[in-house]
């Protein structure tokens, strides 16, 4: 994929982790601005050490959350407590929802959102088996995307090759363990297609 030209909108990627969904973003052509809790010195465009809930909204287009999934994942539940790690989804939904602003919130399947998209590696091409549900504030609807393809040799997320599962995410800039924490930048590149496309619709409407 290619980074379109700037297409004039900011988007600002809440709980960004190093990267993975902001260069979707970016390579739609937006201007890109991430917030994390947590140092990310990978993360390659501009970066705020904040916390995700308080962090200011105003001069966006468009917002983007992947609140922490420990909460609602399976694999929490595997290897620990889904009960030590809090609820940040609830809260952080509803001060999104209270903006005014177009939102797209991401998460695991089992996490309580409205799965307007949900997405998989194999959709893109990806040899990476990874679903994400995708919550908007438009709604979902527009392009179809073909279904999940899990074919043999699919990498899924227990895959712990040094460079196997960054790489096939298309996450050459991170380490593998950051990519462990990662979404495919192909997901919010369609994603943000469909904004695009709303948001055309919406101000022709208008």
Request: charged fraction near 15%; charge should be neutral; include cysteine.
């Amino acid at each position: 994929m290619r980074a379109r030209p700037w297409n004039g909108m900011r988007v600002l990627d809440l709980c960004c982790g190093a990267g993975g969904m902001s260069m979707g973003y970016h390579l739609a052509g937006f201007e890109v601005v991430g917030v994390d809790i947590a140092p990310q010195p990978n993360y390659p465009f501009t970066f705020h050490q904040a916390d995700a809930l308080t962090f200011p909204l105003e001069g966006f287009d468009l917002v983007h959350a992947s609140w922490p999934c420990q909460a609602f994942a399976p694999v929490t539940a595997w290897r620990g407590d889904r009960g030590a790690h809090p609820d940040l989804l609830t809260p952080g939904r509803a001060r999104l929802q209270a903006s005014g602003l177009p939102w797209v919130v991401e998460n695991v399947p089992q996490a309580p959102l409205r799965p307007d998209y949900l997405l998989c590696g194999t959709q893109f091409g990806l040899n990476v088996r990874r679903h994400r549900a995708f919550e908007t504030s438009w709604g979902g609807g527009g392009e179809l995307l073909p279904p999940c393809w899990h074919r043999p040799g699919l990498l899924a997320f227990a895959h712990k090759g040094e460079r196997a599962y960054a790489d096939a995410m298309g996450c050459a800039w991170m380490t593998n363990r950051e990519a462990r924490q990662a979404v495919p930048p192909a997901y919010t590149h369609w994603i943000a297609s469909q904004y695009l496309t709303h948001h055309d619709t919406t101000r022709v409407a208008a």
